[in-house]
């Protein structure tokens, strides 16, 4: 796998275990795919990332649950909803395309966003989660 894919899951690891508490992750490489997940605690909150290299493209989650609440939610996965708010239907088109955005309130909320970081989503958290 490429040597940038390698500092990626790094740098997202350092920055993991500086803002949150218990930070615990897995590496996946193969020679056409790598994958790191990483769960993590931050306050009441706990925190699941994926991040995956794979055919040409990065996918990612960014996941903020209280209990089972899902408190916030990015991803690129080609969810239906996405693509109908994106494009105002869903056709044979776009079936499949990855379209960043972002799950709240319990994933009944759901918005359009443009590609998130890693870094980014911290920077996110840090404003929109309220500590206890």
Known sequence: M?????????????LAESTFEQVEYVTDFTPKRAILRLQAKYDV?????????????????YYILRGDWVEAGFDNEPDPRAIRLKYGQIGAEHAGEHVPHLHQNNKTLLSLTNEITFAAFVDWLKINIQLH
């Open 2 to 14: 490429d040597a940038a894919i390698t500092d990626a899951f790094t740098n997202i690891i350092t």
């Open 45 to 61: 909150y706990r925190i699941f990332v994926t991040e995956l290299f794979s055919d040409e493209l990065r996918k990612y989650r």
